[in-house]
């Protein structure tokens, strides 16, 4: 399927919108949701954005199905409708969409393509994720396919398909094989980015219309900078 971008109106960039759906391009830095910082989040920002174009009086619905961490970027998805967004959120819970992943790291994987499985322990206070080879007390178990996809001059482009969905699940795997994402600090790479993000892009999201049940194909283009334009 090819990549498109519907609209890129409030600096959003909307992949595909319908009557039950929005679904955007997240940019480094963005939170999708509110938290303790009292910056601005995504879901505002479309809210907003609805608001605007619908010309709608009162208050706007939108549901937040699904999160990607700060310094990602790629394909978030919300409802506009509270049916849609029962459905979505039981399809996320019981993992009846497929999730695709790219990411850059400048140490090569022991193998070219490979089946990660680990046991992650959240850390509330620094907000981390561990994983560990064997269960660990209150770890939950992590699973991913990677595959290289591309060797550029200094990194590896690998593709991520999840099996599971957990807290920091990809940075924390891939420093557990010694291949931390590029300009991930948390996770083990030696320096940051200098926007701040990491090289970890959601680039593709396979899922059934929680209302009409069309089978839905969303791809996102990667951010514009040297090393994503090389892939």
Do not use: C
């Amino acid at each position: 399927m090819a990549e498109k971008i519907v609209s890129n109106k409030s600096n959003l960039q909307i992949l595909h919108e319908d009557n039950h759906i929005i679904v955007i391009n997240k940019r480094v830095g963005d939170i999708v949701q509110g938290d303790k910082t009292g910056d601005k989040p995504l879901s505002e920002i479309v809210k907003e954005y609805i608001k605007d174009k619908y010309e709608k009086p009162g208050e706007v619905f939108l549901g937040v199905v699904h999160r990607l961490d700060r310094p990602t970027t790629g394909i978030v998805v919300f409802a506009k409708t509270s049916k849609a967004l029962e459905r979505l959120n039981k399809m996320f819970s019981e993992r009846a969409t497929s999730k695709t992943y790219w990411a850059v790291v400048k140490n090569k994987p022991p193998k070219s393509e490979d089946k990660l499985i680990h046991f992650l322990k959240r850390n509330e206070k620094n907000n981390t994720s561990k994983a560990h080879l064997k269960e660990v007390p209150d770890s939950k178990k992590a699973s991913l396919d990677y595959k290289i996809i591309k060797e550029l001059n200094n990194y590896f482009a690998l593709e991520i398909n999840l099996h599971t969905g957990r807290h920091h699940q990809i940075r924390a795997q891939l420093q557990a094989i010694g291949s931390p994402i590029k300009g991930d600090l948390k996770y083990g790479f030696d320096r940051s980015n200098p926007d701040g993000g990491i090289h970890l892009h959601a680039r593709k999201l396979s899922f059934i219309h929680p209302v009409s049940k069309e089978n839905i194909e969303i791809i996102a283009p990667t951010p514009s900078d040297a090393i994503w334009n090389s892939i």
